[in-house]
């Protein structure tokens, strides 16, 4: 569906994409996941064609991301929904399906279904008296108008209240479900988690990491293990001290050793293991973790950015 | 048929002309589709920003403005209608002057509020300021019937028995010795021997005899060529009265001779330019709008292309314009030549408002445009337009087709080529510059006015060639921006003139061939070395020097032939070898003040202002010997 080879670009001196490689499977969500500036948004942006890449290739369904055949299958929802303010969801709705060629008929019945799913009743009220949400939901509905096989969202679910923001992520798993391809950016990882197939990881402009969330869990991740015993023990070469908590003591440990140490001393103090509990790292701590040990991190320091 | 003859027959079929043809119409068809689309929207849109009220407003304005150009058209304005009451009997052989005057008005001999009481035997004038004028009026009143009633007479030669043929002359410091000044309509009339003229039957036989062009000699004078006389730019006398105002009549008496001004084609021309001023604030507001808050990024992503969504923007705008064009010209009496000279203006108007709105970063800003494109193009169509019977330099501007049109005289093809070509030209190319920058990277930017520029011209340079082209493309502008040069110092002395025009055409080719080479460098687009400079610098030069020979439209309307016309462009009526030497040399200074500056570019912004300053003065140089070389 999507195959990006040493994807580069740089505004002036500054390198906001530094030679990303991936590829997007057909019917799954893909998520590029960062920090404000990690070149998330240039990234969509150049696979919309939007953006002129400054080395290295981008095929998209097959063609060049400029290509105007290669739009008509597109969906793309920037980060911001600026909508023309003086026009009614349905006014704006029929332009753009017009732009698509896409039959009036066809529109009113495709964007009519989308926007009863997205819970959006006022279909003729001027879209500047409307909340963000609502505005929201017609820029996501625009973005189905013309009926896409990819959908690029940026940021979908920025700034939008709790409730509109499970409605978003909901409603991204169904269209996943009804087989649409959707790339997906967020620097929420929670909403990435919840939704993407796979993901990789820009940080100032450069892919740290990639795979499906458990993949990248299981490679870059630290599972903690805190291990109670029925009696204290001192700290020792091979394990920490444990702690009391309660009736118990428990130690907190990252490694299968150091657990197994614990056990053989709590058995030589009489004692023994009756608990052991495992805390995996979340994508937020990966994340966190990578940045910091990311060389790139000096290297891009006081550029200008895009997100 | 096997598969691989299969494939080639496909290959070839695909490669046919036809296949080509019906590509290429499908896409012409696609973009032509889209444009409408766009427009239709913009309409739409536009319409729901407007509430009724405003509306109402609009429409009750455009009456009260169409109700009084149609009350200045019939009548002429005139605010001292009915000025003052005339007391004079129904009978009197003075009353039908009296009536048919728009300040007169008359009133019973008995009535007692009146300043002007004319009976039988005497005129009684009330003894105040008001008196006085009123009796003035009523003896214009008078004479202008009296004349109006003789013009009626069959036999003209009785009516006004002596004929004076008058005929309005340059300044004699603006006509180079042995030339004859025949209107500006005649060709290259340099030469002095009155055998240029390209107007056909304009006097020529008067005028080109000794060269001194003395007036009223009447020689070989007929009365169609003094009919023709009154089509010259120079223009023959104008006469009193309301047809005097549109060029002069054929008869009246020596009191109602006026000056060659056009004052009503003048002002109903004028009627044009007001709603473009009004059209590019909606016009420009439209554009701008779509780069506020990234609203226009959703349309770069459809299936459209830039120059698609600009054209179908601006297309209700031209639409409007032309129609309000139409209306106007139908209004005033003005034919399809008026119509098609103001269109060009309207592009102009149109286009220079995009870029503004372009490279605007705020509405602020975009005032700021739009007022600067309402007063510069306002000013630079109008003004020489006053000079309409006075100079063929008025002709820089198109309404001057405009007043002729209005005026009945005839607007050669030569003439309306150089008057409208430059402007459309311009048009078009400003069009092109703003649509390089109408994309995402560009759109949304924050960059001031003069980085936006450098911007709109690198967005145009893909490759070195890219460089010639916008040299060669930047003529239009240098022509308007030279021919504004020569109409500003125009009344100065000439030889305060003539090196002010010298320098003045430096300072704007050398900028006009370095910018977009400065930008290239900026943006990193070529490499900094001498070589890759020195390329450059040739192709801009070459890219200059062919789209120079465009100016040799000027020969058309006998530009050339006032000295400030040989000034800034180039000579005529010498020699074979210097003028095979005169096509060389433009080409050698072109291609090396260009070289000159791009080496400046290539190191920077002080640099290439330091190279701009040592080519602009290689330039004046080199203008100075031509000029000098060549008398």
């Known amino acids: 569906m999507i195959t990006v080879e040493n994807l580069r670009k740089t505004y002036g001196d500054f390198p906001a994409v530094v030679g990303s490689d991936f590829s997007v499977e057909s019917g799954e969500v893909f998520g590029i996941v960062g920090p404000n500036g990690a070149g998330k948004t240039t990234t969509l942006k150049m696979l919309a064609g939007l953006v002129e890449p400054t080395a290295g290739t981008a095929e998209v369904l097959g063609m060049d991301p400029e290509d105007p055949e290669m739009r008509r299958k597109l969906g793309f929802l920037p980060e911001e929904s600026p909508l023309y303010e003086d026009m009614t969801p349905r006014s704006y709705l029929r332009f753009f399906a017009d732009l698509y060629d896409v039959p009036r008929d066809v529109a009113d019945d495709r964007t009519d279904e989308v926007l009863d799913r997205l819970d959006l009743e006022y279909r003729d009220r001027r879209l500047g008296d409307m909340s ?5 939901k017609v820029a996501i509905a625009r973005s189905l108008v013309n009926d896409p096989d990819l959908l690029i969202y940026d940021e979908p679910a920025s700034g939008l209240d709790p409730l509109t ?29 919840s939704v993407c197939d796979r993901v990789v990881i820009l940080n100032r402009g450069e892919i740290i990491a990639r795979g499906t969330v458990p993949e990248i869990r299981a490679e870059h991740g630290e599972t903690t293990y805190h291990v109670y015993t029925t009696v204290e023990l001192p700290a020792t070469d091979d394990h920490p001290a444990t702690a009391p908590e309660g009736d118990r003591f428990v130690a907190t440990v990252d490694d299968m050793a150091d657990v197994e140490a614990l056990r053989e001393a709590a058995e030589s103090a009489d004692g023994r293991v009756v608990d052991i509990r495992t805390d995996e790292a979340s994508l937020e701590d990966i994340f966190l973790r990578l940045a910091r040990e990311s060389p790139t991190t000096s290297a891009a320091e006081g550029g200008r950015g895009r997100s | 048929m096997s598969d691989h003859d299969s494939v080639r027959d496909d290959s070839t079929a695909a490669d046919s002309p036809s296949s080509r043809f019906e590509g290429l119409r499908t896409r012409v068809v696609a973009h032509l589709r889209a444009v409408a689309r766009i427009a239709r929207w913009e309409v739409s849109r536009s319409a729901g920003t407007v509430d009724r009220k405003t509306i109402a407003l609009g429409l009750v304005a455009a009456l009260v403005a169409a109700g009084i150009a149609a009350g200045a058209v019939g009548s002429g304005v005139a605010i001292d ?4 009451r005339v007391g004079i009997a129904s009978d009197s052989p003075y009353y039908d002057a009296v009536d048919q005057s728009s300040v007169l008005e008359p009133r019973p001999l008995s009535d007692p509020n009146v300043e002007l009481v004319v009976s039988e035997t005497h005129i009684s004038v009330a003894d105040t300021q008001t008196g006085r004028a009123a009796y003035q009026a009523y003896r214009e009143a008078v004479q202008s019937y009296n004349e109006r009633q003789m013009r009626l007479e069959a036999n003209q030669s009785a009516a006004f028995p002596v004929v004076v043929t008058l005929q309005y002359r340059e300044r004699g410091a603006l006509v180079p010795a042995g030339s004859r000044v025949d209107g500006g309509n005649g060709g290259s009339a340099v030469s002095g021997d009155g055998s240029g003229t390209a107007d056909g039957g304009d006097g020529s036989g008067a005028d080109a005899g000794d060269g001194t062009g003395s007036a009223g000699s009447g020689t070989g004078v007929d009365s169609s060529d003094a009919a023709a006389a009154d089509d010259t730019n120079i223009g023959a006398s104008s006469l009193g009265g309301a047809a005097g105002l549109f060029g002069g009549d054929a008869s009246g008496s020596p009191a109602s001779i006026s000056p060659p001004f056009p004052f009503a084609s003048l002002v109903l021309a004028f009627a044009f330019l007001v709603p473009m001023n009004f059209v590019i604030q909606a016009y420009g507001s439209s554009i701008l709008n779509e780069r506020v808050n990234r609203r226009g990024e959703l349309l770069l992503v459809a299936p459209i292309s830039p120059g698609d969504i600009v054209a179908g923007k601006t297309l209700p705008y031209l639409a409007g314009m032309v129609g309000i064009t139409v209306v106007i010209a139908a209004a005033i009496g003005g034919g399809p030549v008026s119509v098609a000279a103001v269109i060009p203006i309207g592009l102009l108007f149109l286009s220079s408002t995009f870029v503004g709105a372009m490279f605007a970063r705020s509405f602020k800003e975009l005032t700021f445009v739009t007022v600067t494109v309402s007063v510069f193009l306002t000013t630079y169509t109008f003004v020489p337009a006053i000079f309409t019977n006075v100079t063929p330099i008025a002709l820089i501007s198109p309404l001057t087709l405009v007043v002729r049109d ?25 069009f092109l510059l703003g649509t390089g920058v109408y994309r995402e990277e560009d759109m949304f930017t924050q960059r001031s006015v003069p980085l936006k520029f450098l911007d709109a011209l690198d967005s145009r340079i893909s490759r070195p060639r890219s460089i010639a082209t916008l040299s060669a493309l930047s003529i239009p502008f240098v022509f308007i921006a030279e021919l ?5 110092l125009f009344v100065l002395p000439v030889d305060v003139t003539v090196p002010l025009v010298l320098v003045a055409v430096a300072v704007v080719e050398e900028l006009a061939k370095s910018m977009h080479i400065y930008a290239a460098f900026e943006k990193a687009r070529f490499a900094r ?25 000027v020969q058309l309307v006998g530009l050339p032939s006032l000295t400030l016309g040989q000034a800034a462009f180039a000579p005529s009526g010498i ?20 070289s000159v500056t791009a080496l400046g570019a ?14 602009i003065g290689i330039h004046v140089v080199y203008n100075m010997q031509v000029v000098t070389n060549l008398g």
């Open chain 2, 484 to 488: 504004l040069a020569i109409a500003v």
């Open chain 2, 81 to 84: 209608q009915n000025l003052y």
């Open chain 2, 602 to 615: 290539r190191r920077g912004k002080s640099t290439y202002a330091l190279a701009l300053v040592g080519a």
């Open chain 2, 575 to 594: 020699g074979l070898a210097t003028a095979a030497g005169l096509l060389v040399a433009p080409l050698v200074l072109h291609a090396v003040t260009a």
């Open chain 2, 406 to 430: 209005l005026g009945g005289d005839a607007v050669s093809l030569g003439d309306f080529a150089f008057s409208v070509g430059p402007i459309l030209l311009a048009a078009i190319v400003l």
């Open chain 1, 132 to 136: 963000k949400g609502m505005k929201r």
């Open chain 1, 165 to 193: 923001t499970n409605v978003v992520l909901e409603f991204v798993r169904e269209l996943r479900d009804e087989g649409k391809t959707v790339v997906f950016s967020a620097h929420n990882l929670f909403h990435v988690e």
């Open chain 2, 529 to 553: 070395t001498i070589r890759v400079s020195l390329l450059l610098g040739a192709l801009s030069g070459l890219g200059f020097f062919l789209g120079e020979k465009f100016t040799a439209i």
